[in-house]
């Protein structure tokens, strides 16, 4: 069983393809391909992404982006195939909004033949929702042309799953409680057993990837500044000055990171540029470590609460070198019941890879994948 895996969410075009694999018992699947484009460039000079373009971007990769895909595992080959009309009526039907994408389909759909692939997953939602359709728009051509089936996914769900990359589920402990951070999304998930989740905490405002990006802004650092945010810190004093960290004590599992950004913007506001220059690292230290505080003391009295057995750590900013040294520290001292798992910090960030896997194991345990692709809709805040 093959599973292409298409993420459009946000800035990064994202596509891979799974095998199972029924002779290695360690991972239950091969990574047959995982390319990831990164539109960061684009929307640096915005300051943020800017859903017209990621569209845009989207629809001119994602074609060379699946060929490559399909061309590493020897999946792409050349065969020249007609449509009739009324496939190409319902082509044109499915792509009426993505004109880009339109003109790159047929040179694709026409010359190569339908390659050995069982399963087609694409992200759903939660995203940015022109960014969405792209993705999914592919993903309804091919499902419609080649006749596979489409499996929608959620991408809060994949920022869970790609941690499971060597995991058996059977043996995961529950109750699990996942802490999903990324640059839309703050959320503490709990689960009591696969597929069964619960929110118990939520981002109020900012979530924690944008409050790196916005106080990163003011520092005249470019988007996405986490990660160097990140890379300063390593050389800056992380008590330089004490920023505000927002519910700390509180006994909600909310967060609240917009107090953060404010006041970081009060710091700056009476100082010198010299001084900030001078001081960047240390400032940079100085936020890092209250975002990071946050979320290690949150997930901290989550798990206490629900005497969770494992803890999850998913999303872009779960790449944050700190985040994961901190939460492993607290964990170690303060709570050495559960088992803290994560992947590889690059694979926290958007991609194919976690689509495919969230579909497999939906597939695996769920047995669901029947879907048909007429009734597949972008949904820009779909829950968990
Ligand atoms: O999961 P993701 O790739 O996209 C969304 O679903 O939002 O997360 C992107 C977010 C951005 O806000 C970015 O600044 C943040 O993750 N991020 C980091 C790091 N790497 C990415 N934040 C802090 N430290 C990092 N190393
Ligand atoms: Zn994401």
């Excluded at 484009?37 to 845009?56: C, N, T």
């Excluded at 969405?132 to 920022?159: D, Q, Y």
């Excluded at 497999?360 to 029947?370: A, C, I, V």
């Amino acid at each position: 069983m093959r599973i292409l895996g298409i993420e459009t969410s946000c800035d990064e075009t994202g596509i891979a393809i799974i095998e199972a694999n029924r002779e290695n018992k360690k991972r239950e699947f091969k990574i047959l391909s995982d390319l990831v484009f990164s539109q960061v460039k684009i929307h640096k000079k915005w300051g943020g992404v800017v859903p017209g373009l990621a569209k845009r971007e989207h629809q001119k990769i994602l074609i060379p982006l699946l060929k490559q895909s399909l061309e590493n595992p020897g999946l792409l080959i050349k065969e020249k195939t007609v449509a009739n009309k009324k496939q190409m009526a319902m082509i044109k039907k499915i792509l009426s909004r993505d004109e880009i994408l339109l003109k790159k389909i047929f040179p694709f759909l026409f010359f190569y033949k339908k390659p050995a692939i069982d399963y087609i997953a694409v992200t759903q939602g939660p995203g940015l929702e022109p960014a969405l359709w792209t993705g999914i728009n592919l993903a309804k051509v091919l499902s419609f042309f080649w006749k596979i089936p489409i499996i929608p996914i959620n991408h809060i769900e994949s920022h869970i799953f790609i941690n499971f990359l060597k995991t058996d589920l059977k043996k995961l402990k529950m109750p699990a409680i996942s802490l999903v951070v990324s640059g839309g999304h703050t959320q503490l998930i709990l689960m009591n057993k696969i597929f069964n989740y619960k929110i118990i905490g939520d981002a109020r405002d900012d979530a924690a990837g944008e409050c790196f990006d916005k106080t990163g802004r003011l520092l005249g650092i470019d988007y996405p500044a986490g990660p160097i945010i990140s890379k300063l810190s390593q050389k800056g004093n992380s008590d330089f000055f004490a920023f505000p960290r927002p519910m700390i004590n509180s006994p909600s599992l909310d967060f609240s990171f917009s107090g953060l950004k404010t006041a970081v913007l009060y710091f700056l506001k009476d100082k010198k540029p010299v001084f900030i220059k001078k001081h960047k690292k240390d400032i940079c230290a100085a936020i890092q470590k209250a975002i990071v505080d946050v979320l290690v003391s949150k997930t901290l009295k989550a798990a206490k609460k629900y005497q969770a057995k494992t803890i999850i750590l998913g999303g872009g900013v779960a790449s944050n070198d700190l985040l994961r040294k901190e939460m492993k520290k607290s964990f170690a001292k303060n709570f050495k019941d559960a088992r803290l798992i994560t992947t590889k910090p690059k694979l926290n960030t958007d991609n194919g890879l976690m689509v495919a896997i969230t579909a497999f194991f939906r597939l695996k345990y769920k047995k669901d994948g029947k879907n048909n692709f007429k009734k597949i809709n972008a949904i820009a805040d779909l829950k968990i």
